[in-house]
């Protein structure tokens, strides 16, 4: 191999690496703004962490169920964190109705605000997928 190549070679292998390392750095700093206290003295994963933990004793096998069946579409690397944050949210709506434990309707109020706007269009086509009436809800996605 000459000089021009093996240089061409390690050019590219280093303009791979800066991107995947800009990659990891996007996330890692994504995980790192959610760690900062917001003006109640707590993160949104302190949050997060509290109504799971507070709501741990509302979840039914059904409810539970429901939840992996709402996570579904999400690839399996970032399963477990969607299914972190969707929990904490359908606890919170569950939580703030008094609730004595979560229902399918908890759930499908939770999962659509945990949901980013930006992925409303595949939100509704799961539902509408699985057959599942969001039409109560539906001004949540505005």
Not at 56 to 64: A, G, N, V
Not at 124 to 135: M, W
């Amino acid at each position: 191999m000459s000089t021009e190549n093996f240089a061409i070679v390690m050019v590219f292998w280093a303009a791979i690496l800066l991107f995947f390392m800009s990659i990891g750095g996007y996330f890692m700093f994504r995980k790192f703004m959610k760690t900062l206290p917001k003006a109640d003295g707590k993160s949104k994963l302190d949050w997060q962490n509290y109504y799971v933990d507070t709501s741990r004793h509302m979840w039914t096998e059904d409810s539970k169920g429901f939840l992996e069946l709402l996570v579904s579409p999400v690839p399996g690397p970032f399963r477990d964190i969607a299914r972190h944050s969707i929990a904490a949210r359908i606890a919170q709506v569950a939580l703030e109705q008094g609730a004595k434990e979560v229902t399918q309707q908890h759930c499908i109020e939770g999962y659509i605000l945990a949901t980013p706007k930006r992925d409303y269009a595949s939100l509704i086509k799961f539902l509408e997928k699985q057959q599942i009436d969001y039409a109560p809800y539906k001004h949540l996605m505005v």
